[in-house]
C-alpha cells in the first residue's frame, strides 16, 4: 500500500479526508508515528489503526497538533477586544463559533471578554474540534500554568481557582461554552453566526481546502 492508498483506508474506514492536508507535512507527521509504533509500512500501521483505539486517537492528536493556550497573540486579542467586541456587543444576541478550538483555551477567552465587557451580554460560544479526546480535556476547563502565561493577575484570581500545579476555569465563564466534535472538511457548517474564530488550522490544509468558494460550494450550510 502506498500513501494514496493508506489516505483512501483512512477515508473508507474513519471518514477522515486527508486528502485535503498538505501531503508533504502530513506524510512526514505519519512516517514519524510509523517509526514509533515500529511499523514498516502502511498496510501494519493501518492494521494498528484498525485493531487500537488508543492509536488512532494518538494518529488524531498529532493531526490536529492541539497547541494553544489563553488569549494566545496577545496583539490580536487586544485588537479584538477594542475594536470588534464593542461593535458586535451592540446586537441583544451573540452567536460565536471558535473553529478548531483545541483545548478550549481560545473560547474560554472570548467568554471572559465578553464577561469583562457586558455582564448581562447574552450570548452563546459554540466550540468544536475534530479530536474527542481534547474536547474532553476542554470540558474539564483544567490549565497548567504554561497556558495560562497571558491572563493576568487580575483575570486569573477572578475567573480560575486553583487546584494542585493546575488552574480550573470557574462555572461562570465554562457554562457559556459549548463543546461539540465537528471535521472542518466533512460536516455542515452551521448558519447565522456574528462571529467565527479559526485561527492556525487551515494552513495545513491545500490551497484548495483553504479557498471558502470550495467550502461552500462542498459543505454548504444546513
Not at 492508498?5 to 479526508?17: A, H, R, S, V
Not at 467586541?85 to 483545548?103: G, H
Not at 462555572?171 to 462571529?195: A, C, I, P, S
Request: aromatic residues 14%; positive net charge.
Amino acid at each position: 500500500m502506498d500513501f494514496t492508498g493508506f489516505k483512501e483506508q483512512i477515508k473508507q474506514n474513519f471518514c477522515l479526508d486527508l486528502d485535503s492536508y498538505k501531503e508533504k507535512q502530513l506524510k512526514r507527521r505519519i512516517d514519524n508515528l510509523m517509526e514509533r509504533e515500529k511499523k514498516k509500512d502502511y498496510v501494519e500501521y493501518m492494521g494498528l489503526l484498525l485493531a487500537s483505539k488508543e492509536t488512532y486517537e494518538k494518529f488524531l492528536d498529532t493531526l490536529t497538533i492541539n497547541v494553544t493556550e489563553f488569549f494566545r497573540d496577545k496583539e490580536a486579542f487586544t485588537f479584538f477586544e477594542r475594536n470588534i467586541l464593542p461593535i458586535l456587543i451592540k446586537n441583544k444576541y451573540l452567536k460565536i463559533w471558535s473553529a478548531a478550538c483545541a483545548n478550549g483555551a481560545e473560547p474560554y477567552s472570548v467568554a471572559i471578554l465578553l464577561k469583562e465587557l457586558t455582564p448581562g451580554c447574552v450570548y452563546q460560544i459554540e466550540a468544536t474540534d475534530i479530536d474527542a479526546n481534547v474536547l474532553k480535556m476542554a470540558m474539564t476547563g483544567k490549565y497548567n500554568v504554561e497556558c495560562l502565561r497571558n491572563v493576568s493577575p487580575h483575570r486569573l484570581a477572578r475567573f480560575f481557582y486553583q487546584d494542585g500545579e493546575h488552574y480550573v476555569i470557574k462555572e461562570q465563564v465554562k457554562q457559556k461554552v459549548f463543546f461539540k466534535k465537528h471535521d472542518l472538511l466533512r460536516d455542515f457548517f452551521g448558519q447565522n453566526y456574528n462571529l467565527i474564530i479559526c485561527r492556525n488550522v487551515v494552513i495545513y490544509f491545500t490551497p484548495q481546502a483553504q479557498s471558502l468558494q470550495q467550502l461552500t460550494e462542498k459543505y454548504k450550510t444546513k
